[in-house]
T-cell receptor
Framework: GAVVSQHPSRVICKSGTSVKIECRSL??????MFWYRQFPKQSLMLMAT?????????EQGVEKDKFLINHASLTLSTLTVTSAHPEDSSFYIC????????FGSGTQLSVL | AQTVTQSQPEMSVQEAETVTLSCTYD???????LFWYKQPPSRQMILVIR??????QNATENRFSVNFQKAAKSFSLKISDSQLGDAAMYFC????????????FGSGTRLLVRP
């Protein structure tokens, strides 16, 4: 089956630093990937659509300069949280499109 | 704009019994997809079942079935013979038929399974 790997699973960083999260499709090519954010006990909110070879499409209210998305290859999309602050602490999940949507296992970001 | 509502923050079921999770949605479109996803403590999102709006027949996957009422914009999930491993957050999700493949999630229902 289609497998999406997300790394790291958990990261703790200091306020002001940048953090990169990787989303890889292991056994298929994905021209489209999605990034979601999930606050504790809340639902998943779509942040952006990542398209291979082109700029990401951000949802309303999501700062594109804050959350940098790069989809440089058909198997890898990265989300970089720049100048992270405590309010950026959250669970981030990616998904890749391959017939249906396949989700990564998520990344818990904690900003101190 | 489409919205998905799950009015039950938490549900509890006895092992081997049946439970129904509710979901309503709002859309002006006639063609779309509906999904139920399971998020166990590992937080991995797992697709449970999907339904195409143009299909009148309710989708079924083993112990999981849906009651899709298009006119009422209702999409409930029935879990039969509940097992301890069914304990998780369940999210109802809507996807329009366009090419965006964007999912709109409900707020989720936490299912507890009593042994």
């Amino acid at each position: 089956g289609a497998v999406v790997s997300q790394h790291p699973s958990r990261v703790i960083c200091k306020s002001g630093t940048s953090v990169k999260i990787e989303c890889r499709s292991l056994d298929f090519q994905a021209t489209t990937m999605f990034w979601y954010r999930q606050f504790p006990k809340q639902s998943l909110m779509l942040m952006a659509t990542s398209n291979e070879g082109s700029k990401a499409t951000y949802e309303q209210g999501v700062e594109k300069d804050k959350f940098l998305i790069n989809h440089a290859s058909l198997t890898l999309s990265t989300l970089t949280v720049t100048s992270a602050h405590p309010e950026d602490s959250s669970f981030y999940i990616c998904s890749a499109l391959h017939g249906g949507l396949f989700f990564g296992s998520g990344t818990q970001l904690s900003v101190l | 704009a489409q919205t998905v509502t799950q009015s039950q923050p938490e549900m509890s079921v006895q092992e081997a019994e049946t439970v129904t999770l509710s979901c309503t949605y709002d859309t002006s479109e006639s063609d779309y997809y509906l999904f139920w996803y399971k998020q166990p403590p590992s937080r991995q999102m797992i697709l449970v079942i999907r339904q195409e709006a143009y299909k009148q027949q309710n989708a079924t996957e083993n112990r999981f079935s849906v009651n899709f009422q298009k006119a009422a914009k209702s999409f409930s999930l029935k879990i039969s013979d509940s097992q301890l491993g069914d304990a998780a957050m369940y999210f109802c999700a809507f996807r329009p038929m366009d090419s965006s493949y964007k999912l709109i999630f409900g707020s989720g229902t936490r299912l507890l399974v009593r042994p």
